[in-house]
């Protein structure tokens, strides 16, 4: 079946078989035509495919990265496409012209046409082509018929009348009887091979539709269920992503983990939920260990849906792990509200930047958010503390205590005991460091929780008659931070105050002690180094990197400067504090109490000193 070619004249009808003229023409063995085809793809399309689909690549990969099938099923068909296109016209171009491919070249063969006077077409070269891609396509099982067709012709030769020759004397005869019989044996192998597939299919289908009920139930209570989550959401929420949602409010807050945010994708999708912003934002989360793929997630949460609040919390992680403080501040002024994550996001900086009032002013927009109510409750104690509302701090304390579980009321309330230790021993009888520290005069101190550690270890220097046995502290303790911070307050013991001034300063400036410590080696460090030193103090708190250990630590620096009169670098602290309004209403009192003409002795710009001033103003208003 020939298609005629309009564009030239038909010959003269010829019907004699071309394998009789002369010189004589032969079979091309099928070996020869395997090899050509393999040459053909393997050494000269391969390549070509390779270098013509590059630019797809990176969009297939990103797309299965990102779980979007559509996308993945439109960029595979591009370049399955593109492979095919370029087959097609290599072998039409390459039969057409030359009447063969590079590889039936190298092995002397040639496809013409089966009978005599026709000539081929390129649009029967095209039709041959698109064939044999089919055939290509069906495992190659329809080439088989080069041994059992006595003309050794697959499909796409019977169709287009064609065959495939060669004039070499390799070339090959009609099959022999036994080629046909082993080509009938393989393909009753393969129907058998078939039909035991389809039988242990069927087999398996039926085990399955008996055991379909229980498996679904299986399926709808495990699957996608975290525990903390389930408890938090309560009743069916029409919101398909009510669950997820909740899962990275409570990741957000540190009661849940990313398993949890990770069962919860699973489940939307066992549910088949379409994949939403969130979802994207959660695999940021679940893979936040492999920074390529999650930020690929970032990325697709805004190019889904800009202006969301799934959109600010993307650009709020990438700015939180570029410490771009100022970003994360405009994010969050300018984030859609009641997402309930983006919120405790909110907090954590604020508290992070002690930024107490804002602070403050966020818990009460998580007020509705009870699946989270033991972070708020510590959070909002700590906040009043800091925020020098102590009394406040209080009665939210002994609120906190009575939901909170024990662990947790009994890290919070050694929290607030060595804050308020620090100040004086007799927060020994308040309610924080009566319910947080033990009866005995020398317990057995846990140094793996700091607040605990350092309550304890204040407690003691309180009640203790003589000089504390530091010496036996530095045996016992295994971390490296208290050792140190024993060794100096054991050289401060024996008054020799500069190599306890050395380690205090060592101790303030490393960033592996906990914060709790090294505010209190500031504190320490402070409390007796001598005015020649003071300087070398106030230069290394400009330099601390904790805003939380920085306010502390720049209050107790002022009140020490202004007991020892140390005007000009009191004032500077005293600035620097204003500016972030961050000084103490005792500081405050301590700078009011500075007499006029000291400060006026100061030699320092005018601006310089007017926050302060405006500062006591509004302290000298407040109740």
């Given at each position: ?23 004589p023409?032969?079979?091309a063995?099928?070996?020869?035509r ?63 012209f ?15 046409p ?104 299986i ?16 009743s ?129 927009e ?29 009665a ?14 009994g ?18 009888t ?48 295994n ?44 504190r ?23 805003r ?38 005792l ?37």
């Amino acid at each position: 079946m020939v298609i005629p070619d309009w564009t030239t004249r038909p010959p003269a009808a010829k019907r004699e078989v071309l394998l009789t003229e002369e010189p004589p023409l032969r079979l091309a063995r099928p070996l020869d035509r395997l090899g050509a085809a393999i040459i053909d793809v393997a050494i000269f399309l391969v390549p070509v495919y390779l270098l013509l689909s590059a630019p797809l690549k990176r969009d297939l990969t990103m797309s299965f990265i990102l779980g979007s099938e559509p996308d993945f099923m439109i960029v595979a068909l591009s370049m399955f496409m593109v492979g095919a296109a370029l087959l097609l016209s290599y072998q039409t171009i390459c039969h057409y012209f030359f009447g063969a491919t590079l590889g039936k070249k190298i092995f002397d063969l040639r496809v013409e046409p089966m009978f005599a006077g026709e000539q081929l077409t390129v649009w029967d070269h095209g039709l041959r082509s698109f064939l044999w891609l089919i055939e290509m396509l069906c495992f190659g099982l329809p080439w088989l018929a080069v041994f059992s067709n006595s003309k050794r012709r697959p499909m796409h030769d019977r169709i287009c009348d064609t065959v495939v020759v060669t004039r070499s004397p390799a070339g090959v005869a009609a099959p022999h009887l036994w080629e046909r019989h082993l080509v009938r044996a393989f393909f009753a192998f393969l129907l058998g091979i078939f039909a035991l597939i389809v039988t242990i299919q069927v087999s398996y289908s039926i085990r399955n539709l008996r055991a379909e009920r229980a498996l679904a139930s299986i399926v709808e209570r495990d699957l996608g269920d975290c525990e903390v989550v389930s408890e938090a959401v309560g009743s069916v929420d029409e919101d398909s992503h009510a669950r997820l949602k909740k899962a990275m409010t409570l990741y957000a807050a540190g009661l849940a983990d990313r398993s949890c945010l990770e069962s919860e994708v699973e489940g939307e999708i066992a549910r088949q939920v379409p994949v939403a912003p969130i979802t994207y934002l959660s695999q940021a989360f679940i893979y936040a260990d492999e920074a390529e793929i999650s930020n690929s997630y970032l990325d697709e949460v805004c190019e889904m849906a800009p202006g969301t609040v799934e959109c600010a919390m993307s650009q709020l992680v990438t700015s939180w792990s570029d410490e771009d403080w100022e970003s994360v501040g405009r994010i969050l002024q300018s984030a859609p509200k009641g997402s309930g994550y983006m919120e405790v996001w909110a907090l954590r900086h604020y508290m992070k930047q002690a930024q107490y009032a804002q602070a403050l002013e966020t818990l009460d927009e998580l007020l509705a958010h009870r699946e989270i109510a033991e972070f708020t409750l510590v959070q909002r104690v700590k906040a009043l503390f800091n925020a020098y509302r102590e009394a406040e701090a209080t009665a939210a304390y002994q609120q906190a205590i009575l939901t909170l579980p024990e662990d947790q009321a009994g890290d919070l309330g050694a929290w607030m005991c060595s804050q308020q230790l620090q100040r004086s021993c007799s927060a020994r009888t308040g309610v924080a460091c009566r319910q947080t520290l033990p009866n005995e005069l020398t317990p057995e101190i846990d140094f793996s929780y700091s607040a605990r550690a350092l309550a304890s270890v204040l407690s003691l220097e309180c009640l203790a008659e003589k000089e504390i046995d530091y010496a036996r502290f530095v045996d016992e303790v295994n971390d490296s931070s208290w050792k140190l911070f024993f060794q100096a307050n054991m050289n401060r013991a024996r008054g020799d105050r500069l190599a306890a001034g050395e380690l205090f300063a060592k101790l303030m400036g490393s960033e592996q002690a906990p914060d709790l410590l090294r505010i209190e080696a500031a504190r320490r460090w402070v409390s007796f180094a001598p005015r020649a030193q003071m300087e070398r103090v106030v230069e290394s708190w400009m330099k601390f990197k904790p805003r939380e250990a920085w306010v502390k630590i720049g209050n107790f620096l002022f009140e020490r400067l202004a007991e020892t009169k140390n005007s000009e670098l009191a004032i500077k602290v005293a600035t620097q504090l204003a500016e972030d309004e961050s000084l103490s209403p005792l500081a405050a009192k301590f700078l009011a109490s500075l007499s006029e003409g000291e400060r006026e002795t100061v030699r320092r710009p005018a601006q310089a000193k007017e926050p302060v001033r405006e500062m006591l103003e509004s302290t000298e208003e407040s109740p």
